[in-house]
């Protein structure tokens, strides 16, 4: 679909990397070393630029929704589990299962999981305000203080609770 410009933001929780193109964001992760810096073309788009002060404003508390153009290749039932995870409000989490269920079939709960855990856009398409059937925090690929801290965050801000987990 098109060479991904990159670029860096410094969050709270670690740097990121941003990776777009004049028309959407394709991906959204977090580095904690240097050999995961991906060396694609250089410049910033405007949709990278609007994707930095987004985040800024999120982790501000400022802003509960992203308003981005994204775009990841994959499977059309891959799709479908990110497109449904972009449902999931601010501040709420729902099971493996509920996600499964959305999809329309609890039998497809492994691979709603397994594509969950594929998500390349953090945040954005938010994989991590998905949890176990017993409430518990389970797999997140920037590491599991992150998704605390990511699902503690938007709770504070969206109920004033201070510690959810």
């Known amino acids: 679909m098109g060479e991904l410009h990159y670029t ?3 969050s709270p929780i670690g740097l990121l990397q941003i990776g ?9 992760s977090f580095v904690d070393n240097k050999d ?15 994707c930095t002060e987004q985040l800024i404003e999120y982790f501000h508390g400022k ?3 992203f308003d981005l153009p994204v775009h990841q290749d994959g499977t059309d039932f891959q ?18 299962l509920d996600l499964a269920k959305k999809l329309g079939d609890p039998k497809v709960i492994r691979a709603a999981a397994t594509t969950n855990g594929k998500n390349k856009i953090a945040l954005i398409v938010p994989c991590h305000r998905v949890i176990g059937s017993d ?11 992150r998704k605390k ?17």
């Open 8 to 10: 860096y933001y410094e």
């Open 20 to 28: 777009g193109t004049n028309q959407y964001i394709g991906e959204l």
């Open 36 to 50: 995961q810096f991906t060396h694609g073309e250089p410049g910033i788009t405007e949709i990278m630029h609007q």
């Open 63 to 65: 802003r509960r929704h």
């Open 79 to 96: 799709v479908r589990v990110w497109n449904k995870l972009m449902d999931i409000e601010y501040g709420k989490t729902i099971s493996y």
């Open 135 to 145: 409430r518990s925090l389970t797999g997140y690929s920037g590491g599991m203080w």
């Open 149 to 165: 801290w990511l699902l503690q965050h938007e709770f504070k801000i969206a109920h004033g609770v201070q510690t959810l987990f």
